[in-house]
C-alpha cells in the first residue's frame, strides 16, 4: 500500500528520472534536525516516515528519551525525521509544519510547554496527518487534535514525592521548611508535579513551602535557583526538584554553602537517570520518583497501528517506580540510563 510520503517520492523520482539527474531525498525538516537511518524518502510502499519534534537536549531523561525514540525507529524499519527544539515552542512548531510539508505519515512529539498548539494541530489534522503526544500534554479542548498521549502521570509522580516526605517525617512536630525546584514553566511535568506534591503535603501544616522557583529542568538552572534559595534562607530542611538534573545542580551548591546534601538538606527527585541515582546510592539524595523516558518502543508501535488504520487507547501510561538509597544501590548495576 503506498504511502503519501512515497507517493510523493515515487511522483518526483519519476520526474528527476525523466528529467535525467537530481536527487529525490528530502531531508529538510528544521534546523537541528536530522533523518534517522530506516531508509530515505523513497522506500519501499511499505516505509512508513514518522516526524518527531523534539524538546531538545536539556537533561539526562531527555538524552535518553531521544535514544530510545532513534532506536525504536530502527528497530522497526520506521524512517525518522528527527528535530530538536532547544526547548522552544517556536522551533518545535516550525518543525511540525516541515513535516507537514513534507507528507509525512504521522506526527509525534513532546510538547515543551501545554499552551499553544490548537493552530499548527489543526494544520496536521487538514492535511491528514495523524498526531501523537509523548512525555507532555497539550491543553488543547479538542482532544481530536491528537490520536494519543503516551507518558507519565505526573500529578501521581508529585504525590509519590509527598508521600515519601509524609513517611520520612512522620514522627517530627516540624516546621520542616521545603524549597521546591520547578521545571519548566508551563510544561506539564511542572505544572502536575507541583500540583501532586501539594496535594500530598496540604493536610499537615509542619510543612511549609517557603521557596519555589523554576530552574528550567537543567543542572545549571538547579545550582543557580538553589545558590539563591541558600542565601535568601538559613532554615531549609528539604529540596524538592522536579527533575534529577535540577537536583543534582542543587547539590552543587549545597555543598559549596559547606552544608552536606541528603543529611543538612533531604531532597527528593523525580527521573531516576543514572546520575541521580548514583547521588541517591551515594546518600547524597534521599528519594527519587522514577519517570520513565524509554518511550520509543510504545511510541513505534502505536505509530504502525494508526498508519494501520487500527484503533488506539487515547492515553497510553506508563509503568514506574519508586527509589529509596538502598533500592538505588541495587538497581544501579542493571540500570538502562
Ligand atoms: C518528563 C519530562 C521531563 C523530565 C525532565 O516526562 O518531560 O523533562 O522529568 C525533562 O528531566 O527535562
Redesign the pocket.
Known amino acids: 500500500m503506498f504511502k503519501k510520503a512515497s507517493l510523493v517520492a515515487f511522483a518526483s523520482a519519476a520526474a528527476l528520472l525523466l528529467a535525467g539527474c537530481g536527487d529525490d531525498s528530502d531531508d529538510t525538516a528544521s534546523p537541528g534536525s536530522s533523518s534517522a537511518a530506516g531508509g530515505g524518502g523513497g522506500g519501499s510502499s511499505e516505509q512508513i516516515t514518522l516526524g518527531f519534534a523534539q524538546?531538545g537536549a536539556?537533561?539526562?531523561?531527555?538524552t535518553a528519551n531521544t535514544d530510545s525514540i532513534k532506536k525504536s525507529a530502527e528497530e522497526a524499519g520506521i524512517e525518522l525525521q528527527f528535530s530538536d527544539a532547544q526547548q522552544k515552542q517556536e522551533n518545535q512548531i516550525r518543525a511540525i509544519r516541515s513535516f507537514i510539508q513534507q507528507k509525512v505519515d504521522v506526527i509525534a512529539f513532546?510538547p515543551v510547554i501545554e499552551s499553544g498548539w490548537d493552530a499548527v494541530l489543526n494544520e496536521a489534522k487538514r492535511a491528514n496527518i495523524p498526531v501523537i503526544l509523548t512525555?507532555?500534554a497539550v491543553d488543547s479542548e479538542d482532544t481530536s487534535l491528537y490520536k494519543t498521549f503516551l507518558?507519565?502521570d505526573?500529578v501521581l509522580e508529585g504525590q509519590k514525592a509527598g508521600e515519601w516526605l509524609k513517611e520520612e517525617y512522620a514522627d517530627e512536630a516540624g516546621p520542616v521548611n521545603i524549597v521546591e525546584l520547578q521545571?519548566t514553566t508551563g510544561?506539564a511535568?511542572a505544572i502536575d508535579r507541583q500540583q501532586g506534591f501539594a496535594d500530598a503535603i496540604a493536610g499537615e501544616s509542619k510543612f511549609k513551602m517557603i521557596a519555589s522557583q523554576t530552574g528550567d529542568?537543567t543542572r545549571a538552572g538547579g545550582k543557580q535557583v538553589m545558590e539563591a534559595f541558600l542565601q535568601a534562607h538559613k532554615d531549609i530542611d528539604v529540596l524538592y526538584a522536579?527533575?534529577?538534573?535540577m537536583g543534582l545542580g542543587a547539590i552543587e551548591a549545597i555543598e559549596a554553602a559547606g552544608l552536606t546534601p541528603g543529611e543538612d538538606i533531604k531532597i527528593i527527585t523525580?527521573?531516576a537517570v543514572k546520575d541521580g541515582m548514583q547521588a541517591l546510592a551515594d546518600g547524597k539524595i534521599n528519594f527519587i520518583v522514577e519517570?520513565n523516558p524509554l518511550l520509543g518502543p510504545q511510541l513505534m508501535d502505536a505509530v504502525k497501528k494508526v498508519v494501520a488504520g487500527e484503533e488506539i487507547p487515547p492515553r497510553i501510561e506508563t509503568e514506574e517506580t519508586t527509589f529509596t538509597q538502598e533500592q538505588a544501590k541495587a538497581a544501579l548495576p542493571t540500570r538502562q540510563y
Open positions: 524538546v536539556e537533561s539526562g531523561w531527555r513532546s512525555d507532555r507518558g507519565s505526573f521545571g510544561a511535568p529542568f522536579h527533575n534529577d538534573d523525580v527521573d519517570c
